[in-house]
């Protein structure tokens, strides 16, 4: 069973090499994302690196609500918090931007 109280002792221990891991990897994984979304690779390789990109995105805000769950409300925590859902609605756009794109090339098509 899951136990948020080991989760939250192993979030407050390791903080600084959580921290140092997500962070880059939130931002070079959505970029990559954006990146491919932009580019027109096919939906496939954007739904895959959203996916990939939504799970770090997704760990980093979770990482910070085990911190507000201790009780530190310090601009650090909401900075994280913001950068993690920033990620995760860049990741959303991108997928939507690959879809409305892959839309407007077929209507154009048509024509």
């Known amino acids: 069973m899951l136990d948020f109280n080991t989760l939250t002792v192993f979030s407050s221990t390791y903080c600084i090499g959580i921290c140092a891991f997500l962070i880059p990897a939130n931002l070079i994984a959505t970029s990559l994302t954006i990146g491919f979304a932009l580019s027109s690779r096919p939906a496939i390789e954007v739904w895959r690196s959203a ?5 770090f995105a997704l760990l980093m805000i979770l990482h910070v609500f085990a911190w507000f769950m201790i009780g530190v409300v310090m601009a650090p925590t909401y900075i994280l918090l913001a950068l993690g859902s920033i990620c995760l609605f860049a990741n959303l756009g991108a997928i939507i931007l690959q879809q409305i794109g892959k839309k407007v090339l077929l209507s154009n098509e048509a024509l």
Do not use: P, V, Y
């Open 51 to 55: 996916a990939i990109a939504s799970i």
